[in-house]
């Protein structure tokens, strides 16, 4: 907006159609870590000024949706972040950049368009404080199944997918592997067990450093970026979890940038690529392979961008908003999992307890309705989504405070048997 400003106050309309030579970046990725980047490709084209934009997804979206944007460069590891700009022409054909050879070096099963290219990937898995650990005697966690067990209840910490790209990736990654029934049934466990959820995604990576959480489920870069700063963090891989590319675009804009396309190509150059897994970016390289080796499961882009705003929501609904709730009700389902002996009677209302603590809102049939899906929308006022978001959060309210109900009245029978 401040480029557009001064191109207005210049009141000549030459100047509106001529290239500048300052380029401007909206990333996803921290400031901090596409800065030296930016740097070091100014070395090569130092008539250049660059400014670099950080948002969340949301947040992005929107200043990309206005007309009047002076966004260059677009670089995320979230697709999602630019489909719509595929699917409005808002993007520049990246004819000038050889991709092809980049694409079929790694295998992500997607469809690859003419305006996007992938210049590194990175991977994701569960972080952890090794000092917070040994304090809190724990186990090191192997998998997503073990953030449900009782021994991790209030040590963990992840974000939002409606905060954070990678974080939806997640979530649709254990979604897509254990089926709509299952997957939610895990995610809930784990909500469970949350001490907190971060508003943004290396917000997990600084609490765990910080010895504020013992875990969290991050992306590989956030993790080895702490590791760098301290001996104390530990990382894994999660196996059967799909590769994240980190991709990058050119956008059209009302007055585009000399260097858009150089800048493209410099991220793809052979020095950059070489370099990128020990850069300030920490993403592998396209013909680099990973520190740690795990099996890789693909993920359906098609599936999680049809259901984007369905996720996104429902997570918000029946964790973020119910996070004191999921907190008392695993807490007591964990206690009484402890009992020596149940009646029959009370394992009948110990497993009632445990379904009510683990079913979301949303049953498959609705999430595998096109219906269902298209009724909500991403806006904030429209009335319909709000009701339905509302009824959601009230629908799980009811079953957690129902499902404490139950396992309060188990507690106090078997204290009374004893």
């Not at 309309?13 to 990333?27: D, G, V, Y």
């Not at 905060?163 to 649709?172: A, N, Q």
């Amino acid at each position: 907006m401040i480029r557009f400003i001064l191109l207005l106050l210049s009141f000549s309309p030459a100047c509106i159609a001529a290239p500048t030579n300052q380029l401007i970046i909206l990333t996803t990725f921290t400031e901090s870590s596409i800065t030296p980047i930016t740097d070091k490709f100014q070395q090569h084209y130092p008539d250049t000024s660059i400014k670099v934009l950080h948002r969340r997804e949301e947040s992005g979206l929107r200043l990309l949706e206005k007309n009047d944007h002076d966004i260059d460069i677009v670089v995320s590891s979230s697709r999602s972040l630019f489909l719509p700009l595929i699917e409005q022409n808002r993007l520049l054909p990246l004819n000038d950049v050889n991709r092809k050879s980049d694409a079929q070096q790694l295998n992500f099963q997607q469809d690859y368009p003419d305006y996007l290219a992938i210049f590194g990937y990175s991977g994701y898995g569960l972080m952890w404080n090794k000092d917070y650990l040994a304090k809190q005697r724990l186990d090191i966690p192997t998998a997503w199944e073990n953030l449900a067990q009782p021994q991790y209840y209030r040590h963990l910490i992840m974000s939002s997918p409606a905060r954070s790209g990678t974080t939806h990736l997640m979530v649709e990654n254990i979604l897509q592997r254990y089926g709509w029934n299952e997957g939610w049934k895990l995610l809930l466990q784990i909500g469970g067990n949350l001490s907190s959820l971060s508003a943004r995604s290396f917000g997990v990576s600084e609490a765990v450093s910080r010895g504020l959480a013992g875990i969290g489920p991050v992306i590989d870069s956030f993790a080895y970026e702490s590791q760098k700063q301290f001996p104390f963090i530990g990382f894994n891989y999660q196996m059967h979890s799909p590769l994240l590319p980190s991709y990058i675009a050119a956008v059209k804009n009302i007055n585009q940038a000399k260097h858009s396309q150089q800048f493209i190509k410099y991220l793809l150059s052979e020095h950059v690529q070489q370099t990128l897994s020990t850069s300030s970016l920490n993403k592998y390289g396209l013909h680099q392979k990973t520190r740690q080796h795990y099996s890789v499961l693909p993920l359906d882009h098609n599936l999680m961008q049809h259901r984007a705003t369905l996720i996104k929501q429902l997570f918000e609904q029946s964790i973020n908003h119910q996070l004191i709730l999921l907190n008392q009700a695993w807490q007591l389902i964990h206690r009484i999992g402890k009992l020596n002996h149940l009646s029959d009677d009370q394992r009948r209302l110990y497993n009632q307890a445990i379904k009510l603590a683990s079913t979301p809102p949303v049953t498959k049939e609705q999430a595998d309705s096109d219906a269902y899906l298209q009724a909500l929308t991403r806006s904030r006022t429209d009335v319909d989504t709000a009701k339905r978001l509302n009824n959601w959060r009230q629908t799980m309210s009811t079953q957690l405070e129902t499902s404490i109900a139950i396992s309060e009245r188990i507690i106090t029978s078997a204290k009374e048997a004893e």
